[in-house]
Antibody, heavy 118, light 108 residues
Framework: QVQLVESGGGVAQPGGSLRLSCAAS????????MHWVRQAPGKGLEWVAF????????YYADSVKGRLTISRDNSKKTLYAQMNSLRAEDTAVYYC???????????WGQGTLVIVSS | DIQLTQSPSSLSASVGDRVTITCQAS??????LNWYQQKPGKAPKLLIY???NLEPGVPSRFSGRGSGTVFTFTISSLQPEDFATYYC??????????FGPGTKVDIK
């Protein structure tokens, strides 16, 4: 069965960095695009970034462009999000999600919490 | 960028009620709209894709329709496990893949 397990969340200071990981299993990871979606406490879902199956193209929300880098290692079946220049408004649960059809997210991880605070 | 609005933002209903949520896009997104269910503390779950297609394993009491800019999501007979927040999400053309603000369905 498909499993996505995020890790790497925690507390970071404003201006700091964090690297999130998402370990995938139960499907051919190298055959599917992947997303990061976040949810601030008590708020709705916000799409953050997408990477194609082979890593050839990446897309970002304006809110994270230039500060978040999505990448993947297909040999390790792992998705990453390198988050730099963190702001208080980046505080959220970050979910990784498997893509079926360039925007249809059919499986999600359980999320990892990022708190940006001094 | 394409914006999505949902109405209502919340509703109270009873078990057995028929519930309908509307999602409106700021421009034509053809059929490229998904619906997700999210329960507190849990990840979202895909219910409907391409506006009207039921994701495998999702009960048939859930349905969706629409195209262009106006879409509806219906639960034909609300069950206790359906109390949750529902989000629409568009994926026409390239990112960003916008989510709607959500509709919270709770118990009357």
């Amino acid at each position: 069965q498909v499993q996505l397990v995020e890790s790497g969340g925690g507390v970071a200071q404003p201006g700091g960095s964090l690297r999130l990981s998402c370990a995938a299993s139960g499907f051919t990871f190298s055959g599917y695009g992947m997303h990061w979606v976040r949810q601030a406490p008590g708020k709705g879902l916000e799409w953050v970034a997408f990477i194609r199956y082979d890593g050839s193209k990446t897309y970002y929300a304006d809110s994270v462009k230039g500060r978040l880098t999505i990448s993947r290692d297909n040999s390790k079946k792992t998705l990453y999000a390198q988050m730099n220049s963190l702001r208080a408004e980046d505080t959220a649960v970050y979910y990784c999600a498997k893509d079926v059809e360039a925007g249809r997210l059919d499986y999600w991880g359980q999320g990892t919490l990022v708190i940006v605070s001094s | 960028d394409i914006q999505l609005t949902q109405s209502p933002s919340s509703l109270s209903a009873s078990v057995g009620d028929r519930v309908t949520i509307t999602c409106q896009a700021s421009q034509d997104i053809r059929k490229y709209l998904n619906w997700y269910q999210q329960k507190p503390g849990k990840a979202p779950k895909l219910l409907i894709y391409d506006a009207s297609n039921l994701e495998p394993g999702v009960p048939s009491r859930f349905s969706g329709r629409g195209s262009g800019t106006v879409f509806t999501f219906t639960i034909s007979s609300l069950q206790p496990e359906d109390f949750a927040t529902y989000y629409c999400q568009q994926y026409d053309n390239l990112p960003p893949f916008t989510f709607g603000p959500g509709t919270k369905v709770d118990i009357k």
